[in-house]
Each structure stands twice: as C-alpha cells, then as structure tokens.
Nanobody
Framework: QVQLVESGGGLVQPGGSLRLSCAAS????????MGWYRQAPGNERELVAD???????NYADSVKGRFTISRDNAKNTVYLQMNSLKPEDTAVYYC??????????????WGQGTQVTVSS
C-alpha cells in the first residue's frame, strides 16, 4: 500500500507565500512523475504543476513565474513553493504520484488534499 501525505496548507494574505509538501511511503519500485492539482468549489480538478523523475517540470499558465515544483528523490517527497499568492489560488491542493509498483506495473495515487486559502 502506498500513501501520500500532504502538509503545508493554510490561510495566507494576498501576496504571501506557502510551501506544500507531499511525502510518499510504502512499498514500491520507483516514483515516476509527481504533481500537484487543485480544485476550487464548483470547479473541476486542474493540474497546477508536475515534475518527472529527471526533474523536468511543467506548469499551468496561471501559476508560471509564481510557483515552483521540486522533488527530493531520497526523501520520496515533492514540494510546491507558492509565491505571490492570489485569492484565485484558493482551492484544495492534491498531490498525485505515478508509482512504479513493480517492473511492469505503474499506478496513480492521490493524497488526501490540503486547503489553501488566500484572503485578507
């Protein structure tokens, strides 16, 4: 069983910063791509940023230049540094990981979500 545990959400004023973390635990062969998604009330879940095992990152246009995704493969952890936060960034943020469970089998896992609220 693989678990993704997120932390770092909270309430922040516009223009502020937060850092989200997501740690993977359990038995697996390797972590492949990892990413962050978000879902605001009434909206569909959307990709914020993802990063592959080699460190190449991809960002949604709405967060480019403000958010930075990174990973520490030794700690099986992915991070999302969020700067210059805006009220429209308010959402539940979910971690996602594509986990290589065996040599031939990959499966996607989700974290439980962490609330980010940007408000004055």
């Amino acid at each position: 069983q693989v678990q993704l545990v997120e932390s770092g959400g909270g309430l922040v004023q516009p223009g502020g910063s937060l850092r989200l973390s997501c740690a993977a635990s359990g038995r697996f062969f390797r972590l492949n791509a990892m990413g962050w998604y978000r879902q605001a009330p009434g909206n569909e879940r959307e990709l914020v940023a993802d990063i592959n095992g080699g460190g190449s990152a991809n960002y949604a246009d709405s967060v480019k230049g403000r958010f930075t995704i990174s990973r520490d493969n030794a700690k099986n952890t992915v991070y999302l540094q969020m700067n210059s936060l805006k009220p429209e960034d308010t959402a539940v943020y979910y971690c996602n990981a594509r986990v290589q469970l065996t040599f031939h089998y990959e499966y996607g896992y989700w974290g439980q979500g962490t609330q980010v609220t940007v408000s004055s």
